[in-house]
């Protein structure tokens, strides 16, 4: 007899991310149609109806949007964002937890003959949390809050004793950000009377349309706050996911910004000199745009025409490029990228961020270079901010005999 052949290509039968995701989806969902059956006596079905329906509104959205590969067919309007992708968001945040507390619910009230009338219990009690979570997170992320940060770096330029730099981050903004945050932000950095104004990536909210939306804030806020030492950008990843070389462009047509991107520029103050350095983000390695250019950090360009000996701030969208830009002595780096995880717990020195990224929330020190990780001034995917509020950032440097830096 012929001797069988055992076949040793790989298994065709793993389920792919996406079969997961979409079984995911069906369980939970089945589940908490099933427990909302009866909640009504007078129409038994009214309550898995109106779960199913809402399963149907948020999960479309999403298997559409991965069908065609993470993006959407047309420009997401602002409609469209309040409307239909946020509601799908806070709906995954929600499922979890509910469809988990109910599917608990069913195998610890097996025990008293009540499994139904405790899992409608627990996914209700659950559903309430998340919903007091969610809503606590909401009017966080419409506060604006001022932070003081000190930095005393030794052998600053006495002229640049005092200066006052304005920092922002990971502004997120789009056609859904409201306009009375923008105003908010404006009027906080104005009452600071900046000497200069930062902004360290993300920019805009992944797409390349949204940058005008950003350009026009941007204006209104030069003209509120005049700094007079200049306004300065960075790119951060979701400016590199929108299309950097198209979001740059349109940016590079507001002439009262100016947009580093490993390259440096140097301020003055009568003969003392100050260099800003503008670094590249990671997520852009491996892209370039029609031209051959990229995004990513290049550190030696970067610092190709900074005297070694100059004072010298660097803005780095993500902070784990610190070491390297450490290795430069350079006296102070601005990041952001961390959002502190939209909920952070200040007083532990914690956030989501934490566990991921060695240097993750707020001030940090290696010898003589001193690093700054802002928390954000918008947010991203839903408005969710708790323990980690819209910061706007006044940076105060001051000449001192040793590197230090305080937030208050």
Known sequence: MPSAVVSSSPRQDVVSPVAMFVLYQVAAWSLLAALAWGVSDTYPAAGSAIVLVVAA???????????????????????????????????????????????????????????????????????????TLLFVGWIGSRRVVVRSIDVQVPDLPPAFDGLRIVQLSDMHLGPQTSRKFLTRVTSAVASLAPDMVVVTGDLVDDRAEDTRYFARWLEAMHDASAPELGVYLIPGNHDVYAGWDHVACALNEFARARVLVNESVVVSRGNAKLAVVGVGDPAARGRTDAQGRSAAPDLTRAFAHVPPSMSTIVLAHNPALWPSIVARRVALTLSGHTHWGQFALPSRGWSLATPFLEHSMGAYRD???????????????????IGALPEVARITLRRGDQAEITRR
């Open 367 to 385: 010898g003589a270079s001193m690093l700054y990780v802002h928390p954000g001034t918008g947010f991203w995917g839903i408005p969710f901010r």
């Open 57 to 131: 509104f948020v999960t479309a959205p999403l298997l559409a949007f991965i069908a065609r590969r993470g993006a959407w067919s047309a420009y997401p309007t602002a409609a469209f964002r309040l409307a239909v992708v946020r509601p799908a968001l806070y709906a995954q945040l929600i499922l979890p937890v509910v469809a988990g507390a109910g599917a608990i619910g069913l195998a610890v009230g097996a025990f008293f003959d009540s499994a139904r009338i405790a899992a409608q219990t627990t996914s209700g009690v659950a559903l309430l949390g998340m919903a």
